[in-house]
């Protein structure tokens, strides 16, 4: 057991790290309390899709409602008007194919212990992302597929002129079936509206949050190893190859691959999570450290050297950094293909 030694910059090293978990849970508390407190209102900001009679116009349903409130449709919708979300599960499946194919390559390489890395953290909640956006994607194909027959359907029912003008009687009894047809198919909508809701509440909630930490976790992760690493260490003692290359590279390529195309939004409060999840990683250093582990992955994080609160300070600061560039990316995106882009763009906000 390595003999555990307190000094006054370990102290606030360690109050630097609680102190940021503190301020990110209250921030998360006040943010979250007000998203679950206007999920009420979803249902109320639908508007009916019986009356919709495009496809494009199927997307625009989706995004109406409270900019605050991120809908369960944003989840598998294309900020491309027309764009079939199928388009979009088919990138989510072949990026997890091959994010999964390069951490079995380092596995099988290197064993269970490159996990004492952040960056194959980040890797695996990139790949976790992935995972969730294709299971919500393919269940999003089956309401889009639902939806068109159900619309193909009520077409074809509809009465020609020339019936009508045959026989008075049909009109009243075929625009009452369609009432009541209309009527059970609003409270069939209405019923499965609220079970998506329902599971978007979890499912919707982890792949949000599993994104925006993987974004800015990700832009952290390859300007450390790209500009700092790579530039000042020698190749002889980093072992730069191949795989090392592609697993500080394709996470960043495959996330803004996605952004270009899906319709998530990136709120700034959402940094809380990404803060608490390098919290809980420089936790486990602590913690495997204080159970005999002497190697440290990442020097800046030892907490016997005088300058570690220095260190810590521009972590958190790093953090914010990392994180705005991701939304700055995000902003950039929507105000620039809005304007260039305006009958097929579809804002995420």
């Known amino acids: 057991m390595e003999e555990i030694v307190l000094k006054w910059y370990s102290i606030v090293s360690v109050w630097i790290v609680f102190l940021s978990v503190v301020g990110s849970v209250y921030v998360l508390w006040k943010k979250e309390c007000n998203h679950v407190s206007s999920a009420a209102e979803l249902l109320g900001n639908q508007v009916p899709l019986l009356d919709q009679h495009q496809n494009d116009d199927f997307q625009e349903v989706y995004s109406c409602g409270s900019q605050s409130q991120s809908h369960s449709q944003q989840l598998w919708t294309s900020c491309w008007r ?6 979009l599960l088919l990138v989510r499946l072949l990026s997890l194919f ?14 269970a212990s490159i996990f004492i890395y952040y960056t194959e953290w980040t890797y695996a909640l990139v790949m976790v992302y992935f995972a969730i956006g294709s299971v919500v994607s393919a269940h ?30 049909n009109i009243t009894r075929l ?19 609220e079970q998506d809701i329902q599971k978007a509440g979890f499912w919707g909630f982890l792949m949000q949050i599993s994104f925006q930490i993987s974004a800015g976790a990700a832009i952290l992760t390859d300007i450390i190893f790209w500009c700092i690493i790579v530039p000042f260490v020698s190749n002889a003692h980093l072992g730069l190859n191949l795989l090392m290359g592609c697993m500080h590279t394709v996470n960043i390529v495959f996330l803004l ?8 939004p990136f709120p700034w409060f959402r940094l809380a999570y990404f803060v608490l999840w390098s919290a809980l990683y420089v936790i486990f250093q602590w913690i495997i450290h204080l159970c005999g582990f002497t190697w440290w992955p990442y020097p800046f994080l ?3 050297t005088p300058s570690a609160p220095l260190w810590y300070l521009v972590l958190a600061a790093f953090h914010i950094a990392c994180y705005g560039m991701y939304a700055l990316i995000v902003k950039v ?6 304007k260039l882009f305006t009958r097929s ?4 906000y």
């Open 140 to 169: 999003g194909c089956w309401l889009y597929h639902t939806h068109i027959i159900t619309h193909s359907r009520n077409i074809d029912e509809s009465p020609g002129k020339g019936d009508l003008e045959d026989n008075s009687a």
């Open 345 to 348: 763009y579809v804002r995420s």
């Open 98 to 111: 091959v994010l999964t194919f390069f951490l079995s390559w380092d596995l099988h390489q290197w064993g």
């Open 333 to 338: 995106k929507d105000l620039l293909f809005s």
């Open 257 to 264: 691959l996605d952004t270009s195309i899906n319709r998530l």
């Open 302 to 304: 030892e907490l016997s």
């Open 82 to 87: 027309g764009l079939h979300p199928g388009f």
């Open 175 to 193: 625009i009452t079936k369609k009432d009541s047809d209309r009527e059970s198919v609003k409270f069939q909508r209405q019923y499965y509206q």
